[in-house]
């Protein structure tokens, strides 16, 4: 009888949770962080900045269900390199050391691998994401020399095996309206053009320091008129080809002044045409015009193993940007992503900006 009752008021209890978690209020307005700062009229805004399924928001029956029985094990990262996301509330980061994706579903606020056992045998070393209009997944994996494609519930539909042109896959990237596969190269210093069948079309540049030539090309994205940019690491500089590879134009060189790099990384192209490169070395993130005017550098060095620092990186590497023009950034070396948004019209019309704001970033 007596464990009868317990039973009965610990459900009871249980269910008063749930009812509390859902009329739970609002958490209070936190600080907002701009680059540039005030008084310039801002452009990017910090979001913030995860490292497991802890930092993620939980209600109150999870906080109380995790001291009755206790929490998950946190999946945290190694060593992350890619990153892509669908725009609806998922993101997902390649973790080469995992050998794995790791998914963060900002709608159930959890964290889960890719594919669950599905791809537990499957990847040797994930590198680069990309995603198609349909929202098939893309992972290249460079010791495999294969693209394994996704659905967007996460079952394997194939897997794309690389011919010999590439030796080692890293970054990718869909051209939708030609149904082409893009792969940087970097150890062939060059860039592979397939189908999405995997038939191999053609390759841009060679090793060496001229224009249309490479030096450890790590990571490609397109423009919406399929013009493919290359960060092109050793040479310190972006290439951008048309979509059949003909060179169009530097941006950028090695440096220390504004809008030169020390290690080009990631790269990506915002709704407005606006160009991303991170820069690994320098630890920030750099956006130039689509005809190469530099802009703008956000961030900074910082190492925050405790501490959130906005902004702050060790060795970003990879970036994507989705159809919000929300901004993530692989901050490889602090174990973590960081989540910015470019401040378009719609954004500062649903977000408008104090005019002496609480706090900006340094």
């Not at 030609?178 to 190269?185: I, P």
């Not at 990879?318 to 989540?339: E, H, L, W």
Request: include cysteine; proline fraction near 7%.
């Amino acid at each position: 009888m007596r464990r009868t009752t317990l039973l009965r008021n610990f459900t009871l209890i249980i269910i008063m949770f749930g009812l509390l978690a859902g009329c739970a209020a609002a958490p209070p307005a936190k600080n907002r962080f701009f680059w540039p700062p005030p008084p310039d009229e801002p452009k990017i805004e910090w979001l913030g900045a995860y490292r497991s399924q802890n930092d993620l928001p939980k209600t109150g029956f999870k906080q109380f269900m995790e001291k009755v029985v206790g929490a998950d094990e946190p999946i945290a990262f190694e060593r992350p390199m890619g990153v892509v996301s669908d725009g609806a509330g998922k993101v997902y980061i390649a973790d080469p050391l995992k050998q794995g994706v790791i998914v963060y579903d900002f709608n159930a606020n959890e964290v889960h691998i890719l594919g669950k056992n599905a791809t537990e045998e499957l990847f040797k070393e994930p590198m680069g994401l990309a995603m198609d209009g349909t929202g098939n997944i893309y992972v290249s994996d460079g010791a495999a020399k294969r693209i394994y494609v996704f659905s967007p519930d996460e079952k394997v539909l194939s897997s794309i095996t690389l011919t010999a042109e590439t030796v080692r896959p890293v970054g990718i990237a869909i051209d939708n309206e030609r149904k082409r596969l893009v792969v940087a190269d970097p150890r062939g210093h060059k860039v592979d053009v397939y189908d999405l069948t995997g038939k191999h079309l053609f390759k841009i540049g060679k090793a060496g320091g001229g224009e249309g030539e490479f030096n450890l090309p790590s990571w490609v994205s397109l423009l919406k008129n399929g013009t493919i940019v290359v960060s092109d690491g050793m040479n310190a500089r972006l290439q951008l080809f048309d979509p059949e590879g003909k060179f169009i134009r530097t941006i950028g060189a090695r440096g220390d002044n504004p809008g030169e790099f020390q290690m080009p990384k990631g790269v990506a192209v915002d709704s407005e045409g606006h160009i991303y490169c991170v820069d690994g070395k320098s630890n920030n993130f750099k956006i130039y015009s689509e005809i190469g005017e530099y802009l703008l550098t956000v961030g900074g060095a910082y190492t925050s193993e405790f501490k959130i620092a906005p902004g702050g990186f060790l060795l970003p590497q990879g970036i994507t940007i989705d159809k919000n023009n929300t901004i993530y950034i692989v901050d490889q070396f602090n174990s973590r992503f960081q989540k910015f948004q470019y401040m378009d019209e719609r954004y500062l019309k649903e977000h408008p900006v104090e005019t002496a704001p609480p706090q900006a970033a340094k």
